[in-house]
């Protein structure tokens, strides 16, 4: 299954370049500080990083697993690294919202082997349902954070938290974003080591249960790792400052993050690098507080580049203020805000401003509008997504008379129309628990929908929650046999055959009986006959119920299961029912042509969902 066949990342040496994504550099230097343990719930922007793991193989150098959430990966990878492992852990940042509680309680008791906590932030909302910030979680939980801005520093950084993680015996944050999960850009290689020898386990209750007697001892000994920390950030690299010797300048900009690309793409374009004195932060908790007090006392104004939160400018503004320092602080703006991405144009006009330089010509226009007649192409169920028959089973059965609680995967595009299924949602696994708070508190039917890999993640505490407390809702299960969105990652519920030896199945359908669920059904999700009666039966009854619609994600089956692609439907007969199917159905690989209902062979996938929608309508392509 894995391909190790001279693969840079994992027989590179000392002193090659290669060009690599953000993602992968990270893998580089995690490889180079020598982990012994990844466990992971993928989520973009992090999926490459266990992915590259898994297609590495690794040949016995360390131990890669998938975790049903992110609250059991960190616990997996923080007993490994109680265990003496050098260990990582890997999410997107709403991934650390669900591993919190095990966050700021390992900080407190420290991993003698090192962990690395990677969390990767989504500036934009590219794939997600919140901007937050986790820089916030570093200082919350007391972890030093470090902030690559390139592959090269990607890959130094994964290797220095490591090392940091094992001589502070305390859990270091590795903070990407989107941007440089993604970019790609060249690496210069350092040796791989021979594997770390284990730190070898003391029992010690009195550290390690952290009973209230013994956190509260445990909170001062953070407080000193931390301090130690601040005076390794100090004395470290990653740490960079322009223009030093030039003690004219009195103007300066403190940066971090990939603000430090857009500042440079700036300076560059605006030939302003003479005029400014720059310090940039690769490490952004614990602050450099002597670091920053002197680059500040060398500066009458001063402007902080970060992009998401505040974070920096505020303890910059707190800092200079303690100390007495007369230097003019400058901010977030109303074109540098808390929301959205930087880029290099927005930076400019803010340092333009800033500099009172005149920005160039092309940067001040406004940016230029689509043009009208463009369509639009929001994101779409793919051709031959068994979800869409499930959907319209579903609204033809409950129509607008139902409230549909969706849940986070690439189901939740079931919003658009004609399906319309989605009427709220709260966080991953939600689905089954706010619908039920919504069915009781407002007496509508409640139909919820959840994936297979989010049931795993973190559905079934909520059907066990809802059959405890006597909750009446409709759950569809939408198994498609893999973690679909992120990458056709593996979940307990895959085919034995797809996990191999490495993992077991969990059957769906076993989990929910044991939870307490009696009326459950299974039905295959194409057979549109067999979900609406199903569908039928369960809506006339009350309490928790169950249906489980199943059939293979359509990309992963044709790339991992190897089906072949069925046969191909086209319109036979024009008419209302072709034009009901095209208005209800709305499968993308459907079109118009002159008025006229056609099928795109190349988007069909031969589900036939629309025969069955439309018999008449449609036929087998010879």
């Known amino acids: 299954m894995a391909n190790t066949v001279k693969n840079p990342l994992l027989h590179g040496v000392r002193g090659e370049r290669h060009l690599l994504l953000g993602n992968e550099a990270i893998v580089r230097g995690a490889l180079e500080a020598g982990v012994q343990t990844i466990a992971c719930y993928p989520g973009t922007p ?4 266990p992915d590259t793991f898994l297609r590495l193989g690794g040949q016995g150098r360390y ?64 794939s997600s349902q919140n901007e937050q910030d986790n820089r916030y979680y570093a200082r919350a939980a007391s972890l030093p954070c470090f902030e690559p801005s390139s592959a090269q520093e990607a890959k130094d950084m994964t290797r220095a938290a490591f090392q940091l993680a094992r001589k502070l015996q305390q859990p270091v944050m590795l903070r990407t974003t989107t941007r440089v999960s993604h970019m790609r850009g060249p690496v210069v290689f350092d040796d ?40 390794i950030v100090e004395a470290g690299s990653f740490i960079n400052e322009y223009n030093k010797s030039d003690e004219d300048l009195r103007i300066g900009v403190i940066a971090c993050g990939v603000a430090r690309n857009y500042l440079a793409d700036a300076l560059y374009a ?16 614990p602050l450099p507080e002597n670091l920053v007090s002197d680059f500040a006392g060398r500066c009458d104004r001063l402007l902080v580049l970060e992009e998401g939160a505040d974070m920096l400018e505020k303890s910059v503004r707190a800092l200079v203020q303690q100390r007495g320092i007369p230097v003019r602080i400058e901010g977030k703006d109303e074109s540098l805000t808390e929301q959205g991405e930087y880029s290099a144009t927005l930076v400019m006009r803010r340092l333009s401003s800033f500099l009172e330089c005149p920005c160039p010509t092309h940067l001040t226009r406004p940016a230029y509008a689509a043009a009208p007649d463009l369509p639009g192409r929001p994101p779409n169920l ?69 994936g297979d890999s989010t049931f795993f993640h973190s559905g079934m505490t909520g059907l066990a929650n809802a059959v405890f407390n006597k909750h009446d809702i409709l759950l569809v299960i939408l198994d498609n ?36 669920v009696t009326e459950c059904e299974k039905a295959r999700a194409f057979n549109v006959k067999a979900v609406t009666k199903s569908l039928e039966r369960l809506k006339q009854l009350r309490g928790v119920r169950v249906l ?52 795109n062979d190349t988007l069909c996938t031969g589900c036939m969902v629309c025969l069955q929608v439309a018999p008449t309508a449609f036929k087998i392509k010879k």
């Open 46 to 49: 992090s999926s490459e990083v």
């Open 382 to 450: 793919c051709p031959g997504c068994s979800h869409r028959a499930v959907y319209y089973a579903v609204r033809q059965v409950f129509g607008d008379e139902a409230v549909y609680a969706s849940d986070i995967g690439c189901y939740t595009l079931g919003i658009l129309p004609p399906l319309r299924t989605a009427d709220f949602l709260v966080c991953m696994g939600s689905s089954v628990s706010a619908g039920s708070g919504f069915a009781q508190a407002s007496a509508m039917p409640v139909v919820a929908f959840i």
């Open 481 to 516: 046999g893999t973690t679909a969105m992120t990458g056709h990652q593996p979940n307990p519920g895959m085919s034995q055959e797809m996990l191999g030896e490495t993992a077991a199945h969990l059957d769906i359908e076993a989990i929910v009986r044991g939870l307490g």
């Open 548 to 599: 489980i619609a199943e059939e293979p994600c359509v990309l992963y089956a044709r790339r991992q299961l190897k089906k072949q692609r069925a046969a191909v439907a086209q319109v036979a007969l024009q008419g209302a029912e072709a034009q009901r199917c095209l208005k209800d159905l709305a499968c993308p690989a459907f079109y118009q042509s002159n008025g006229e209902l056609a099928v």
């Open 270 to 285: 605006g030939g302003w690098g003479s005029r400014v004195r720059v310090l940039e932060l690769g490490i952004t908790w």
């Open 192 to 231: 791989l080591p021979e594997p770390q020898p284990i730190v070898a386990f003391t029992r010690n209750p009195a550290r390690f249960v952290p009973v209230p007697a013994v956190a509260r001892k445990r909170h001062i000994a953070l407080a000193q790792a931390m301090e130690e920390a601040c005076r």
């Open 63 to 126: 131990r890669l697993e998938y975790s049903v959430n992110e609250k059991v990966a960190f616990e997996v990878a923080a007993g490994a690294a109680l265990g003496g492992a050098m260990s990582l852990v890997t999410m997107k940042h709403v991934g650390l919202n669900v591993a919190a509680d095990p966050l700021f309680t390992s900080a407190y008791i420290g991993l003698p082997g090192g962990l690395v906590v990677l969390t990767a932030d989504d500036p934009g909302c590219h």
